[in-house]
Structure formats: structure tokens, C-alpha cells
């Protein structure tokens, strides 16, 4: 049996946040192509790039239980930052709203008795921990930083060295 058009519509939402991740992060990137950081670029692709296969995820999740995926719109992103920090601080507050939908979603289909969800639903509550971590992580690194211009030069090299499915 299909799932309640309830929550149906509530994954199709989680699909278009995951695609509007996916679009915010590659603003980002193309932030720090044009701030000469194209370490800190790298990583946002990557990010990017992950985001894309979360919205797949669920799409293929929506679709194995027999329901209809319909995309939703997905807001333009920001555009402007102040600086490297204010890009970071940015996305770490994205990623808290991320997590805060999934532990809705969780919650709803607890409460559904949609049992089917949940180990999907779990994989994604332990990612959001750790991209939540990881770009704390980034942020504190961007602020001890501060204006030292080598300091961050070092950070773009750290960033840029991250591979594909490494979430770091
Ligand atoms: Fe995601
Ligand atoms: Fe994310």
C-alpha cells in the first residue's frame, strides 16, 4: 500500500529541500571560484554534488512505495556574502533547517505507523550530524583564521584536498 498523501507530500518537499541544497551549495562554489578560493569551491561542489543523491534518495524511496514524486519549485539562492565565514555561517544554518524537515519527516512517519521509512529516515538523521559537525568545524577553522591571509590559504588547500563521498 502506498503511503498517506500526507506524507507523500511531505517526502516530495524533502526531495525539492535536497535539490534546493543542492542549488545553494553551488552559489556558494561559485562564491569562492570568484574570491580567488577555489579549495573552499571544490568542497562546495562536493557538497553540492551530495545534495543531488540525497534528492535522489528519497525520490527513489517515494517512487519503490508506489507513490508520485512532483518537484517542487526551488527558491532562487542567496547570491551576496560578506566574506568567507558569513558563506559558512550560511550553510550551517541551512543544514540545521535540513535536519529539523528529516526529524519531521521522522516524527510523522513514526506516527503513521510507515515503519518502511524509518531506516532510510535514521541514515539520514546520522548524515545530518555529521555534516552539521563538519561545517561547524569549518566555521570555528574560518574564524581562528581571522585575517590572516596564509591561514586561509592553508584552509583552501585542506578544503580542496576533500574526495568525492568523503563528507569531510
Ligand atoms: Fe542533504
Ligand atoms: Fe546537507
Redo the contacts with the bound molecule.
Sequence with gaps: MAMSTDLEQAFNDQITLEFA?EYVYLQMAAYFEANDLPGFAQWMRL?AD??RT?ALKFFDFVLERGNTVELGEIPAPPTEFASPLEVFEASLAH?QK?TAAIHDLYRMCSEAGEYHALPLLHWFIDEQVE?EASVSQIVEQIRMAGDNGAAMLFLDRELGARSPGSGE
Design positions: 541544497s557538497q551530495e545534495e540525497h543544514e535540513v555534516e
